[in-house]
């Protein structure tokens, strides 16, 4: 085989010389990225290992905020204790007021409904003629639930609008069943 030489020496080396910086800028290029690639891998391991770290932290550690004095946990408990018997003593009122609806006639018009523990009630009405307050006395003494009541006699001689006020004495068991 027969070499020819087209090219003068002089450009034959720097042909050379320019392939041979074209494969070491080819390859910094590489390295360069590789190195890139490598920090952002060991940038996400210490990210992901500092998070691991705070975890266990703060699994194994104690906390001033979790530590609980004997005295504090003795006035929680009395708390505690006084709640219950607030909530042994409470009777659900809400019962009666469906009951107390009922005995009601439709011209009178309820304004006041107070009770206390007793079973001492007092209602406050219009009524809007008599014949409305003599049903409402006779739907309360038909009814069983109550055991007095008082209505002055000057609400009884009042033809219409007649403001009402009553104070019961109710049985209690029965209005709450």
């Known amino acids: ?4 030489n087209l090219l003068p020496p002089r450009e034959r080396t720097e042909l ?3 392939r041979l910086y074209l494969v070491l800028k080819e390859l910094i290029f590489l390295l360069l990225v590789g190195l890139i690639a490598m920090a952002i891998i060991l940038l996400l391991a210490k ?9 266990v932290i703060s699994d194994t550690t104690l906390t001033s905020g979790v530590v609980f ?10 708390q505690l204790v006084r709640l219950q018997q ?10 009666m007021i469906p009951k107390l609806l ?20 007092t209602i406050g009405a ?15 003494n038909e009814s069983g639930l109550v055991e007095r009541f008082d209505i002055s006699l000057d609400e009884l001689l009042r033809r219409t609008n007649i403001t ?14």
């Open 1 to 4: 085989m027969i070499w020819l």
């Open 16 to 18: 050379r010389l320019l």
């Open 47 to 55: 990210h992901n290992l500092q998070l691991q770290l705070a975890e």
């Open 69 to 78: 004095s004997n005295n504090e946990i003795r006035s929680f408990k009395a």
């Open 86 to 95: 607030i909530q042994d003593a409470e009777r659900p009122w809400t019962r």
């Open 102 to 121: 009922d005995l009601l006639p439709p011209g009178l018009t309820l304004n006041e409904l107070a009770v206390d523990s007793g079973g001492n009630l």
């Open 126 to 140: 219009i009524a809007a003629t008599r014949d409305d307050l003599l049903r409402l006395r006779d739907r309360l």
């Open 164 to 177: 009402v006020t009553l104070k019961l004495k109710a049985d209690v068991a029965k209005l709450l069943q």
